[in-house]
Nanobody, 124 residues
Framework: QLQLVESGGGLVQAGGSLRLSCAASGRTFSNYVMGWFRQAPGKEREFVAAISWSGGSTYLSDSVKGRFTISRDNAKNTVYLQMNSLKPEDTAVYYC?????????????????WGQGTQVTVSS
């Protein structure tokens, strides 16, 4: 099993920044594609960002392009989500996830392991 633990969420004003971290343990971190998803109340879980095994390729949803950045440090078994210019509509629980493939990387079902989530609230 790969365990994932997110941190870094909180309350921030619109226009502010947060950096989420997701620490992995239990298996070889560099063997996994890592993703970030979010889920707002009453909505389905949606793709935010993903990064390939070495970090050489990244993918961002249109709604966060230009504002969010995903990165990873395989030596620290950690993936990050830097969130800038936050908007109230970014409010959600953010989840990190690990999968084996970049095929359909935006799809929830492609990921095998999930963290417990961290709340991000952006006030207007």
């Amino acid at each position: 099993q790969l365990q994932l633990v997110e941190s870094g969420g909180g309350l921030v004003q619109a226009g502010g920044s947060l950096r989420l971290s997701c620490a992995a343990s239990g298996r070889t971190f560099s063997n996994y594609v890592m993703g970030w998803f979010r889920q707002a109340p009453g909505k389905e879980r949606e793709f935010v960002a993903a990064i390939s095994w070495s970090g050489g390729s990244t993918y961002l949803s249109d709604s966060v392009k230009g504002r969010f950045t995903i990165s990873r440090d395989n030596a620290k078994n950690t993936v990050y989500l830097q969130m800038n210019s936050l908007k109230p509509e970014d409010t959600a629980v953010y989840y990190c996830a690990a999968g084996r493939t970049l095929v359909a990387v935006t799809t929830v079902a492609r990921y095998d392991y999930w963290g417990q989530g961290t709340q991000v609230t952006v006030s207007s």
